[in-house]
């Protein structure tokens, strides 16, 4: 080979090239290796064992050992090093590839890569496994896991066993008082605290009593060991994905809980119920226990224990309860705030649901007793009826008591806190009440039920309700209510959360608001206005948006009747509301679309809930037979007082628990009703009927105001809903059969033939307006402007139909006529009452509606009392 075309020579450890570059011969330097065969690569070549270069070039000079020493480390890093280390050992050979070369043999270039990897206490990822298998645990690995998992478990439940204490009994008479207090951080009622409690002995507690609650609650109670592991891997599971929290607990473990004033579902604390309650299973025979948990249970009505439980429904000691009260008391325990007679917090809460369910669960209970051998079926057949309770009792006297419950129902829908949780006290509950505005208006109902009603003299007196409520605009505060004359004095309802009361005319302005915004197929889906016409008419044929007439039951076209026969002919929508015509509105409904006053109803604050379900798609539904409580009617008409935008109401500002705030609390937020140009049209309107239509009994007030008159047929109900930019306030009166839970005429209470919203109801809102605006600058309502299309404006049509083509009378109001459905005719009405004097007017100017107009009331099954839920979210709203 000729020297011009010689390479260069490689670098030092440069593999397998430089072992093949190399030539025979030994290094330069002095500590070559001597040759012969144990260091002769596969050529022959003479190898260094400093894994030098085997080339024996001389243009290679000697670097020593501490070279050599960094190539020999050099040959253990990873595969290609190792190769490198090799081929300067072994040349160019096997041992090169592998690092298997040098001068000492196979297997001598792998070994000096480096110290073998020390072992590790826990082996994962496994060391020297591959792929998968270097992350599958050892057997070694998983049993000891498991067994250190166990054995933690067993220490740690050891120390917790240890440390927990067995309950005193008497700790759970110690609750707290619950504090409400005024808008002004006043105190207003506490409840609560002392609570009506007094422990008995076992011997005083009828074996019956006994047999019921184990039978219900826990069958295996003498056998078990006071826990039930099921139930409580149940509740863990549910409470880890968030859910309802199961039952199943044990009479032992309900016991614990009930000596625990913290009642929250977490799991901390069920930790602590379930080694309490093997410790008192424990410790406690199985007597005691039982003892101990119908001594500390809460039944209901403020009763703490069976001897308390006993005074409060049946005023006897407990044991003198016959089978009967037992089985009662026990079904109790399932839950009183659903399972009371009396009725609870939340719509669903009624005392007819409560009574129902109770029934039912007292006749299971006594089914169960038969079944696990706690009374014989020759027993079972002797037992009586479901008992009744005694008349309930409470402490709260006025208006307070209505105000708690108001006040306590908010609080358990915002925070999801149990009606019972509630029971046991410890909160400090700041309300949006005025103590002012609540006795002004308990004054002027008291004022006007004196000069109004005589019971001894006339039966029509007997059993009529007021109620009333009144709601800043502003802000959607709930600030005076009247719920009735006590639960002091043993009425229990809150008139201020009617059910099943129709609200009539008032029903209206929703009506004409909804026409504003949506408008009619006459003005091409364009709002219309105020000035446009309808027919005014007594009985005029109320058509469907094609045009055609809607059939009543005969087939025959529906009429609408008025109160009264005056011929309006065709007059504005404006005056329609002042005279409070129903013609026009019914009409005017079925023009805009039912649905579309139905979302302008919501939109302001009803509830759906309180919708007349029999009537959803029937004419008369615009005239209000719908029933939302006094709260809601106020709320609604804010909406018109604040410009359009409507807050919900609401009754609680603060809520302190253990000195922490509870973050629900806080003051809604505004939301769009409507424009507010409607808004100051409606409000425009409704001042015209206070100055110059059915509500002029208020004109004289002194400030701006605006409202509507409403009255039911045969004058079951009588509404009047006013407002001021400052107020908005929903007066409402009614007459009940407290027996039969159903609406009676008003026809002749208080010496006169009938009762309108322009008459009672409205002298009680001026009468409780003028005191609570006393100090108030009033602000001037906004100026209403031109909105919307004018329609109507057609000739005044022909006279109504003769007497003979009057439709006969009906009762029901689900079959009124509906564009859908196959209608009934109307119910003729009263005439106006003489003993109005606005009826000595023009021949009866009010007869489009004195109150306004009648309209058909709901069903005589529904109850008007009670709970409804209305400020809230209840059923019945």
């Known amino acids: 080979?000729?020297?011009?075309?010689?390479?260069?020579?490689?670098?030092?450890?440069?593999?397998?090239?430089?072992?093949?570059?190399?030539?025979?011969?030994?290094?330069?330097?002095?500590?070559?290796?001597?040759?012969?065969?144990?260091?002769?690569?596969?050529?022959?070549?003479?190898?260094?064992?400093?894994?030098g270069s085997a080339s024996g070039?001389?243009?290679?000079?000697?670097?020593?050992?501490?070279?050599?020493?960094?190539?020999?480390?050099?040959?253990?890093?990873?595969?290609?090093?190792?190769?490198?280390?090799?081929?300067?050992?072994?040349?160019?050979?096997?041992?090169?590839?592998?690092?298997?070369?040098?001068?000492?043999?196979?297997?001598?270039?792998?070994?000096?890569?480096?110290?073998?990897?020390?072992?590790?206490?826990?082996?994962?990822?496994?060391?020297?496994?591959?792929?998968?298998?270097?992350?599958?645990?050892?057997?070694?690995?998983v049993t000891g896991t498991f067994l250190g998992f166990i054995g933690g478990l067993m220490v740690a439940?050891?120390?917790?066993?240890s440390m927990v204490k067995v309950p005193n009994v008497p700790a759970a008479a110690e609750a707290q008082n619950n504090v409400y207090y005024w808008d002004d951080g006043t105190q207003m009622a506490a409840t609560g605290g002392d609570k009506n409690r007094q422990e008995v002995g076992l011997e005083e507690i009828p074996q019956e009593m006994q047999d019921a609650v184990i039978a219900a609650e826990n069958a295996s109670f003498y056998k078990d060991k006071g826990v039930d592991p099921m139930g409580i891997a149940r509740a863990v599971v549910n409470m880890a994905k968030g859910g309802e929290t199961q039952g199943g607990s044990t009479i032992t473990q309900q016991y614990v809980k009930n000596t625990y004033l913290d009642q929250s579902q977490t799991l901390q604390r069920k930790a602590k119920e379930l080694f309490i309650s093997i410790k008192v299973g424990d410790q406690l025979s199985k007597d005691e226990i039982l003892k101990g948990y119908l001594n500390s249970a809460y039944y209901g009505r403020n009763a703490y224990g069976i001897q308390a439980a006993a005074q409060a429904y049946f005023k006897v000691d407990s044991d003198k309860l016959s089978t009967e009260q037992c089985v009662f008391l026990a079904s109790m325990l399932k839950g009183p705030n659903f399972y009371n007679p009396d009725g609870g917090v939340g719509s669903a809460a009624t005392p007819e649901a409560n009574t129902a369910r109770a029934k039912e669960r007292w006749n299971w209970i006594l089914k169960r007793m038969v079944e696990v051998d706690r009374m014989t079926p020759q027993k079972r057949a002797k037992v009586g009826g479901f008992p009744t309770p005694k008349k309930q009792a409470s402490s709260l006297s006025g208006q307070t008591g209505y105000l708690v419950a108001t006040a306590k129902d908010y609080v358990a829908k915002q925070a999801n806190i149990s009606p019972d949780d509630l029971d046991r006290g410890g909160y400090r509950i700041y309300t949006t009440f005025n103590k002012?505005?609540?006795?002004?208006?308990?004054?002027?109902?008291?004022?006007?039920?004196?000069?109004?009603?005589?019971?001894?003299?006339?039966?029509?007196?007997?059993?009529?309700?007021?109620?009333?409520?009144s709601v800043d605009p502003k802000s959607g505060a709930v600030v005076a209510l009247y719920g009735g004359k006590g639960m002091d004095k043993g009425h229990f309802t809150n008139n201020a959360n009617t059910r099943g009361v129709p609200v009539g005319s008032t029903w209206k302005p929703l009506v004409l608001a909804a026409a504003m915004e949506y408008g009619t197929g006459k003005s091409d889906g364009q709002g219309i206005s105020p000035q446009s016409r309808y027919n005014g008419n007594d009985l005029i044929v109320i058509k469907d948006r094609n045009g055609n007439p809607i059939r009543d039951a005969k087939g025959q076209p529906f009429r609408q009747k008025n109160e009264g026969t005056t011929a309006w002919g065709n007059i504005t929508l404006k005056k329609a509301m002042q005279e409070s015509v129903n013609t026009p509105f019914v009409q005017l409904g079925i023009d805009v679309g039912l649905d579309k006053t139905r979302d302008m109803a919501k939109r302001t604050g009803i509830l759906e809930e309180s919708f007349d379900k029999g009537n959803m798609n029937n004419a008369s539904f615009s005239l209000g037979t719908s029933t939302p409580s006094a709260i809601r009617m106020a709320d609604s008409y804010a909406s018109f007082a604040s410009g359009g935008d409507h807050y919900e109401p609401y009754s609680v500002i603060k809520v302190i628990k253990d000195s922490t705030p509870d973050p629900h609390f806080t003051k809604p937020k505004s939301q769009t009703a409507m424009d507010e140009d409607i808004a100051a049209n409606v409000t425009d309107v409704l001042q015209n009927v206070v100055k110059n239509g059915t509500g002029k009994k208020v004109a004289d007030i002194g400030f701006p105001v605006a409202g509507k008159t409403g009255t039911t047929d045969k004058n079951k109900s009588a509404w009047f809903v006013g407002y001021t930019r400052e107020l908005s306030t929903a007066v409402t009166l009614f007459r009940t059969d407290p027996k039969a839970g159903k609406l009676l005429s008003m026809n002749g209470t208080g010496g006169v033939p009938s009762i309108h919203g322009g008459d009672i109801p409205a002298q009680i809102w001026k009468e409780y307006m003028v005191g609570a605006m006393n100090g108030v600058d009033p602000e001037p309502f906004p100026q209403a402007t031109d909105i919307g299309e004018v329609v109507g404006n057609t000739p005044t049509p022909t006279a109504p139909p003769s007497p003979t083509e009057e439709p006969s009378e009906t009762a029901s109001p689900t079959e009124s006529p509906t564009p859908s459905e196959t209608p009934t005719s109307p119910s003729p009405t009263e005439t106006c009452s003489p003993w109005d004097p606005r009826c000595q007017n023009n021949g009866g100017n009010d007869n489009g509606g004195s109150d306004g107009g009648n309209s058909p009331s709901p069903p005589e099954t529904e109850d008007p009392g009670g709970d409804d839920g209305g400020l809230f979210g209840g059923s019945r709203g």
Do not use: C
């Open 436 to 469: 002012k505005k609540v006795q002004q208006m308990e004054k002027a109902v008291q004022r006007t039920e004196k000069d109004f009603l005589d019971t001894k003299k006339r039966d029509k007196d007997k059993f009529v309700q007021f109620g009333g409520a």
């Open 57 to 141: 070039s001389p243009e290679q000079p000697y670097e020593g050992r501490a070279a050599a020493r960094r190539a020999a480390k050099a040959g253990g890093r990873g595969r290609r090093r190792a190769g490198g280390a090799g081929a300067a050992g072994g040349g160019a050979g096997r041992g090169g590839q592998g690092g298997n070369g040098g001068s000492s043999g196979p297997g001598r270039g792998r070994s000096r890569g480096g110290p073998p990897p020390k072992k590790r206490f826990i082996d994962y990822p496994r060391a020297g496994k591959q792929g998968v298998r270097r992350w599958v645990p050892s057997w070694k690995l």
């Open 1 to 51: 080979m000729s020297e011009h075309r010689r390479k260069p020579p490689p670098p030092q450890g440069g593999g397998r090239a430089a072992a093949r570059r190399g030539t025979s011969g030994a290094p330069s330097g002095h500590r070559a290796a001597p040759r012969g065969p144990e260091s002769s690569g596969a050529t022959g070549e003479t190898g260094s064992t400093y894994g």
């Open 157 to 161: 439940a050891g120390l917790a066993y």
